[in-house]
């Protein structure tokens, strides 16, 4: 079992903010959806067009520096807050939150377990949206077992010449910069040691494949990077040390599972507001379907599902902000949460009938959208185990 070095984890914990000010955020969130997110969401995602507007105007707001701290330049929000905001944007189009999410988890690993230089070369340009990018983990032999990755980087005078592929990184196309993690040691036992996390800017040897053609989760790019004798140098290994990438990759999988659990939020609220408006317009037997008590059964359960989600997203945020271990809380909020919209999704589309199977509707994004949610920061059927192992060793017989 792999065992922590010393990293500052707890970096962007303990945050706080005025309700105030929070209020008045989450409100400007909302005209922008409003006006200018939700008249193009349905064209955007149809045709898979990259929203270059959209993301202009998320770097206005702040969106790209939203957890980077303020001494820095970033918002430097708590997680509820940011939550909150993912929620919101969820709820009608979750798949813009991805642009500027997984940015902010190239950022985090870089606020948190960077060099001071790193810290403030890097982390002012993150967040004013300058420089964009995401996370570079996933190869196409190893997802879920990390520790099995091929890249490999071989220091060579002050640099590292990388080779290797990454497959389904989020803005690949349109970011410029990656978290990257490869093998330094590709022969050390355990596997961990020998795997570190580099600050990966676009450059000679650093390419990108073709975009994939996904189910959902359009117009936020996914594709292949391609890494041939890439030359990083070597400030840009993060912490600058060898042998610490992989609890800097997973280090912030508490932060990522909230957020993966307030995309899952979003859609579950968005998915009942699209089946309770329809119900109560939607008349079969000279009444509303919604006065039929099958289709109460499923509301009910959906409202039921959709706070539940809410609510333990918010206690695992919470959590986090005071500074507490939440990794068994993020954990349950995640899968909860991202369960919660496949089912809503999925409930929405049976009330909506045969117009459901229309691409006149937008609920059928909500339940291709809702799919991934159970893949991403960990599969479900792997976050189920590991809240079950965590829940025995604290609960020894
Ligand atoms: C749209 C999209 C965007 C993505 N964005 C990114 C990104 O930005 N950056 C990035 O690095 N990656 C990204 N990914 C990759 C994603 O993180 C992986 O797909 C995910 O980690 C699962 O890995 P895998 O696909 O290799 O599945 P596998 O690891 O091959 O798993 C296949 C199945 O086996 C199960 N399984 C595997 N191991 C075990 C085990 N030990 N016990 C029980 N069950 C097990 C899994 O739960 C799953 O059901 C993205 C994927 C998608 C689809």
Redesign the pocket.
Known sequence: MATAPKLDLMADQGRTIDPAEEAAFLDAIDRWLERRVIPVVMHHDHNDIWPAELVAEMAEMGLFGATIGQQYGGLGLPATTYAKIVMKISSYWMAITGIFN?HLIMAAAVERFGTPEQKAKWLPKFATGEIRG?????EPN????LQAIRTVARRDGDHYVINGT?T???NALNGSCFALLVKTDPDASPRYKGMSLFIADKRDGFTTGKKFD?LG?KSID?AELVFQDYRAPADQLIGGVEGQGFFQATGGLELGRINVAARGVGLSEGSLRLATQYAQERHTMGKPIAEHQAIQLKLGEMVTRARAARLLTLDAAEAYDRGDRCDMEAGMAKYFASEAAVENSQEAMRIYGGYSYSKEYDIERYYRDSL?MC??EG?N??QR?IIAKQWLKMNPA
């Open positions: 997984s995401g996370l570079a983990l996933t190893a997802g879920t077992d990454k389904w990184i989020s996904k989760y996914s991934l893949i991403g599969t059927e792997m185990m």
